[in-house]
């Protein structure tokens, strides 16, 4: 029997990095991405996992990229091999090869698809510890799995001695206690769902096995060692400052990951189909994931100037991909931005220029001549101080109700004004700019709309999300032409 390797620490679940027609894996940024993690302080990287979407790899990538993983980390930290199938057999070579290729352990999820009964699943396990000398780490994620594992059923499998951890991705911290209680003297526990990390580290977990490690590694070492020296209060605002990217990636799994990974300049190419984004990553939480990181440094700005008439204004730029450079003879901008569902939803329309270009015109004309029912709204931040530069609230949906007036002049007009004043004090916005500059916002508020908090939310994060396209020239053609697959009416279909 082998000495017994237990889990313990930060482990990333890895993304699995494909050239750019997603058809073949990458083995630089492969290397890349592990000597990131490494260098940033994790215990162990996980190969060939949800995240690194095994169910979409043959099984001769599957050994490529273990070989590739244990070969780039030569002794470094431990390497924890996906090894899981629908089928014990599939599972048991998988397994094997592991073993033989120099990993530490061995993540086997729960037997998917065909949902076997607690007998199949006791007998998949055992046969699979019995037959490979390895460490075996038990896998929990009902969500993708369809078949949840119960905590009687990992109280009877760690009896098995090389059945010595588990990761649950399940998010049910009823059901980590429970493991704990039991067996916290026979196998490690994992935690693997992003958003409850530290409440499962505070209650005796050994550490995480993660998604969100690919791209925040560090802030999750912090967080456990913060909780390892009882540190508590430090640990929360650690999880606290990461808990919105947590959780867009633990919805999003392997397309979020991703997604964060390449606007960090992590090159990992993108997900295999079915996945995409603007399916499992809505383009709403993508750009919230963006700004986030962003406020954490994971993101760096870059600096573009704008020509404003005779002026030229320096200003951050944070457009993903696109090469800074000075925006000439700026007249008219266009941006569009959806967030939210249901009765609440918000959809913006917008239009920036100069007062002295068309944008000018159309705004004295709006004031002069409204439409009824559409009447136009100067945003306001408080009482009598309209919010610079100046904007336009224009409702999209013909108004016949007091009540539908109040949620469009009420929270959606103090969302847009918020998000205007946000995109200013972040840079977003040219700040020589403001006496030059006018908005015009197309404000979608549904009429059966009554929760009055998301209706302000909503609006807020799509009037912020279409400033930063109007400023960027966001979507490109490139985009475009990336996204006209997959591109459906937002009223009607996701994305």
């Not at 599972?91 to 949902?115: C, H, Q, S």
């Not at 003297?185 to 409850?196: A, L, P, Q, R, S």
């Not at 079915?274 to 993508?286: I, K």
């Not at 840079?427 to 929760?451: C, Q, R, S, Y």
């Amino acid at each position: 029997m082998v000495h017994m390797f237990k889990p313990e620490g930060i482990l990333p679940a890895l993304a699995t990095p494909f050239t750019k027609d997603g058809r073949r894996l990458d083995e630089e940024h492969m290397r890349n991405l592990v000597n990131h993690c490494i260098e940033r302080g994790v215990s162990g990287v996980v190969p060939c996992g949800t995240t690194g979407e095994f169910v979409n790899l043959t099984e001769a990538e599957k050994k490529k990229l273990i070989d590739l993983v244990i070969d780039e980390v030569n002794g470094r930290v431990s390497v924890v091999a996906g090894t899981g199938a629908s089928g014990t057999a599939q599972a048991l070579r998988m397994t094997k090869y592991a073993k033989n290729a120099g990993a530490d352990a061995a993540l086997i999820v729960t037997p998917f698809y065909l949902r076997p009964t607690d007998r199949g699943i006791y007998e998949h396990f055992h046969t699979i510890a019995a037959k490979v000398d390895l460490p075996i780490i038990l896998y929990n994620i009902p969500q993708c799995s369809g078949v949840p594992l119960s905590w009687q059923m990992v109280e009877d499998l760690a009896q098995i001695p090389n059945i010595v951890g588990l990761k649950d991705s399940s998010g049910e911290l009823k059901f980590i206690l429970a493991v704990l209680e039991k067996v916290r003297d026979k196998i490690n526990v994992m935690c693997g769902y992003d958003e409850v990390v530290l409440p499962a580290l505070a209650a005796g977990a050994s550490g995480a096995i993660l998604a969100s490690a690919n791209v925040i590694p560090d802030v999750w070492c912090d967080i456990y060692d913060a909780v390892r020296k009882g540190n508590l209060e430090q640990a929360r605002e650690l999880q606290y400052k990461v808990q919105k990217i947590a959780r867009i990636i633990a919805r999003s799994g392997a397309v979020g990951t991703k997604e964060a990974l390449n606007m960090m300049g992590m090159k990992v190419g993108p997900v295999r189909m079915p996945l995409s984004v603007g399916g499992e990553l809505t383009y709403e939480a993508r750009e919230e994931l963006r700004i986030d990181l962003e406020k954490i440094g994971k993101i760096t700005p870059k600096t573009i100037r704008f020509q404003i008439q005779k002026k030229t204004l320096e200003e951050r730029f944070t457009a993903i991909g696109i090469t800074p450079k000075i925006i000439r003879g700026f007249h008219l901008r266009v941006g569009e931005a959806l967030a939210g569902k249901g009765a609440e939803v918000a959809h913006i329309d917008l239009m920036v220029g100069t007062k002295t270009g068309p944008l000018g015109e159309a705004y004295a004309k709006a004031k002069a001549t409204p439409t009824p029912g559409h009447e136009p709204l100067v945003a306001i931040l408080e009482p009598n101080l309209a919010v610079k530069p100046v904007t336009l609230i224009v409702p999209t949906v013909t108004i016949r109700s007091m009540r539908q007036a109040s949620m469009i002049f009420g929270p959606a007009q103090t969302a847009v004004a918020k998000a205007v004043a946000d995109s200013l004090a972040d840079g977003i916005i040219p700040k020589g700019a403001v006496e030059d500059l006018l908005i015009i916002a197309n404000v979608f508020v549904h009429p059966t709309a009554v929760d009055r908090q998301r209706v302000y939310i909503n609006n807020y994060k799509a009037m912020r999300h279409a400033i930063r396209k109007a400023l960027e020239g966001r979507p490109t053609i490139e985009e475009i032409i990336r996204n006209k697959e997959r591109a459906k009416h937002p009223f009607k279909y996701t994305p």
